[in-house]
C-alpha cells in the first residue's frame, strides 16, 4: 500500500452531538478499543536484533511515518560526526523519534533531547520533551538556544507547519552556527529555502512505509561528500 503524508492535520472526524447523553460502548466495542489501544504501544519490531531498535507502531493520525534501517542509521551517524565539530555537543530531535532512538544505540554518549507530540515517547524520560508545533515556542527555558545540533522533520508538509517549527528551530538554536537538518518533502524546498537557508543533500531518506510523496533531506552546511554533497543547482 503506498501512503502519502498530508499537508494539514485530519480535521474530519464529525461529532453528532445531538443527542446529550453520555456516549456508551458496548462490551465488543470495548474490547476492541482495549486491543487497539495495546497495539499502539506494542513495539513495532518485537525482538530487535543486534542491529535494529525497538520501535512504537506508527500512529498514521500523527502523521506517523517511521525511517527505515538505512536512512535513520545515516543520519544518526551524520549528527555523531557533527558532534566532533562543536564544542559541548548536544542535538535536539524534532518530531523524529526514530533518529532519537538510533543515536542512542550508535552514540549511547551524545547528549540528546526529544521533543514529540506523541506520550509514548515520555519512556525516554528526561530526554523527552513535549512539544506541539501549533506553540512553537512553548518549551521549557533550560532549553533555549542551548543546541548547536537540530534535526527537524515536521509533522505536516503545509507552509504553516514549516513557519512554526522554523520559530522553535529559532528558540533552540545555540547562538553562532547551528547544524541544521531538515527532513521533509520536495515540496518544502523553496520554502525550506527562504526561511531556513538550507539546501537539499543528494541522499534521499526512506521509510519502512511505502510513501507517494517525494522526501528529502535538506541542511544548512556543505556534508561535503557525505550524504551525497548538495545537489548541485
Ligand atoms: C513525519 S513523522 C516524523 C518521524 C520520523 N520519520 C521518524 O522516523 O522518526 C512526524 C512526527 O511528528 C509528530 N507529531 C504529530 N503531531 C504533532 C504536533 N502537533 N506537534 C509536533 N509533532 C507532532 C508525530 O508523532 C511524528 O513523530
Known amino acids: 500500500m503506498e501512503l502519502s503524508r498530508d499537508e494539514t492535520p485530519q480535521n474530519d ?18 474490547e476492541a478499543l482495549k486491543e487497539f489501544l495495546a497495539e499502539q504501544n506494542r513495539p513495532v519490531v518485537e525482538s530487535p536484533t543486534a542491529e535494529e531498535v525497538a520501535l512504537v507502531a ?9 525511517y527505515d534501517r538505512d536512512t535513520a542509521e545515516t543520519i544518526a551517524r551524520e549528527v555523531i560526526i557533527l ?10 530531535c524534532i518530531a523524529c523519534p526514530t533518529l532519537y532512538a538510533y543515536l542512542k544505540k550508535i552514540g549511547p554518549e ?26 512553537p515556542e512553548n518549551l521549557p527555558l533550560s532549553l533555549k538556544h542551548s543546541f548547536p545540533i537540530i534535526v527537524a522533520d515536521p ?29 521533509t518533502g520536495e515540496v518544502q524546498k523553496e520554502r525550506a529555502a527562504e526561511l531556513l537557508g538550507l539546501r537539499p543533500c543528494g541522499f534521499q531518506p526512506h521509510h519502512s512505509s511505502k510513501l507517494g510523496n ?19 543547482e
Not at 452531538?17 to 466495542?29: G, M, N, T, V, Y
Not at 506508527?58 to 517511521?66: A, V
Open 58 to 66: 506508527e500512529d498514521w493520525r500523527l502523521s506517523q511515518f517511521w
Open 110 to 135: 551524545v547528549p540528546v533531547q526529544l521533543l514529540e507530540y506523541d506520550k509514548r515517547f515520555e519512556q525516554y524520560g528526561t530526554e523527552f520533551t513535549f512539544y506541539d508545533y501549533n506553540q
Open 13 to 30: 472526524i464529525v461529532i453528532d452531538d445531538d443527542d446529550d447523553d453520555p456516549p456508551i460502548l458496548s462490551s465488543q466495542a470495548l
Open 155 to 183: 509533522p505536516y508538509l503545509s507552509k504553516e507547519c514549516l513557519e512554526k517549527v522554523t520559530e522553535t528551530i529559532s528558540f533552540l538554536s545555540r547562538p553562532g552556527q547551528s547544524y541544521l537538518l531538515l527532513l
Open 214 to 232: 517525494e522526501f528529502r533531506l535538506f541542511t544548512n552546511y556543505d556534508p561535503g561528500t557525505r550524504l551525497d554533497g548538495w545537489e548541485v
Open 83 to 92: 558532534c566532533q565539530n562543536v564544542g559541548s555537543p548536544s542535538v535536539a
